[in-house]
T-cell receptor, first 112, second 117 residues
Framework: TQLLEQSPQFLSIQEGENLTVYCNSSSVFSSLQWYRQEPGEGPVLLVTVVTGGEVKKLKRLTFQFGDARKDSSLHITAAQPGDTGLYLCAGWAGGGADGLTFGKGTHLIIQP | EAQVTQNPRYLITVTGKKLTVTCSQNMNHEYMSWYRQDPGLGLRQIYYSMNVEVTDKGDVPEGYKVSRKEKRNFPLILESPSPNQTSLYFC????????????????FGSGTRLTVV
């Protein structure tokens, strides 16, 4: 089973600051997705990246897939309290994979 | 509204009493899956289904059963629940699975918090 390690596990910052969350593995993934989960709800898809080196932007969020397709990062610019939540990366290994493998998540708190 | 509906949202039960958590999606999705989420362990896949009458084990299938008799429904059955099955359970669906994984990602239900005493 492929593993995805997320860091940091917890992050609390002030509104307006920038931050980066990392998702690393020793395995290659065919695609990688980022989800955000709020308390009492299921995860919601933010983005899918499939090509090594790919960069996608979603307003103030920038997602990057590593060249070797083993790692990814999420950068948030000028964080806002509404960005608070649990951020999960999930990878699809391909080659007969049966489901997404999830990282344990980064708990992000943005303080006003 | 396109959604995955799980019931119940909360359930407290006793060891050994059979229970079923229902999951239904209204998006005509082919792929459905059950995950459990535990502190420090993250989301782990229990069972999945590629289509009607096609189901298979995930990473943590012990103590669980599933069935997929209709495309929209994918119930999770605990024949004899034990305290170590206390967890937050999520059903997820995807339109289809391609070479790069779930097309358009997973849509998750809102979760079922199960406590077995």
């Amino acid at each position: 089973t492929q593993l995805l390690e997320q860091s940091p596990q917890f992050l609390s910052i002030q509104e307006g600051e920038n931050l980066t969350v990392y998702c690393n593995s020793s395995s290659v993934f065919s695609s990688l997705q980022w989800y955000r989960q709020e308390p009492g709800e299921g995860p919601v898809l933010l983005v899918t990246v499939v090509t090594g080196g790919e960069v996608k932007k979603l307003k103030r969020l920038t997602f990057q897939f590593g060249d070797a397709r083993k790692d990814s990062s999420l950068h948030i610019t000028a964080a806002q309290p509404g960005d608070t939540g649990l951020y999960l990366c999930a990878g699809w290994a391909g080659g007969g994979a049966d489901g997404l493998t999830f990282g344990k998540g980064t708990h992000l708190i943005i303080q006003p | 509204e396109a959604q995955v509906t799980q019931n119940p949202r909360y359930l407290i039960t006793v060891t050994g009493k059979k229970l079923t958590v229902t999951c239904s999606q209204n998006m005509n999705h082919e792929y459905m899956s059950w995950y459990r989420q535990d502190p420090g362990l993250g989301l782990r896949q229990i069972y999945y289904s590629m289509n009607v009458e096609v189901t298979d084990k995930g990473d943590v299938p012990e103590g669980y059963k599933v069935s997929r008799k209709e495309k929209r429904n994918f119930p999770l059955i605990l024949e004899s629940p034990s305290p170590n099955q206390t967890s937050l359970y999520f059903c997820a669906s995807s339109l289809s699975i391609g070479d790069r994984g779930p097309n358009y990602g997973y849509t998750f239900g809102s979760g079922t918090r199960l406590t077995v005493v």
